[in-house]
C-alpha cells in the first residue's frame, strides 16, 4: 500500500544500549542478535541516538591501533 505510514511499518526495538557502555558491550549484542543498529538510550530509557556496526568497527580498529 503506497499511502502506509512508516509509524504502521516500523518495530520498536526491545534491544537497546545504555549510552555509558562500552563499545565491547555494543559490538557483542550486534553479534549476538545479529544487529546492524543499535538504538542508545539513557538513564531515562529516552533515545539519545543509534549507533551502527560500522561506526562500532570503525571505533574499535582506531582504539586498537592506538594502543599498539
Do not use: F
Given at each position: 500500500?503506497?499511502?502506509?505510514?512508516?509509524?504502521?511499518?516500523?518495530?520498536?526495538?526491545?534491544?537497546?544500549?545504555?549510552?555509558?557502555?562500552?563499545?565491547?558491550?555494543?559490538?557483542?549484542?550486534?553479534r549476538?542478535y545479529?544487529?546492524?543498529?543499535?538504538?542508545?538510550?539513557?538513564?531515562?530509557?529516552?533515545?539519545?541516538?543509534?549507533?551502527?556496526l560500522?561506526?562500532?568497527?570503525?571505533?574499535?580498529?582506531?582504539?586498537?591501533?592506538?594502543?599498539?
Amino acid at each position: 500500500d503506497p499511502n502506509l505510514k512508516l509509524s504502521e511499518l516500523a518495530s520498536i526495538s526491545k534491544i537497546t544500549i545504555y549510552d555509558e557502555n562500552k563499545i565491547d558491550k555494543a559490538m557483542e549484542l550486534c553479534r549476538k542478535y545479529n544487529l546492524l543498529e543499535l538504538p542508545v538510550v539513557d538513564e531515562n530509557d529516552e533515545l539519545v541516538g543509534v549507533v551502527s556496526l560500522n561506526d562500532l568497527l570503525e571505533e574499535y580498529i582506531r582504539l586498537r591501533r592506538s594502543v599498539a
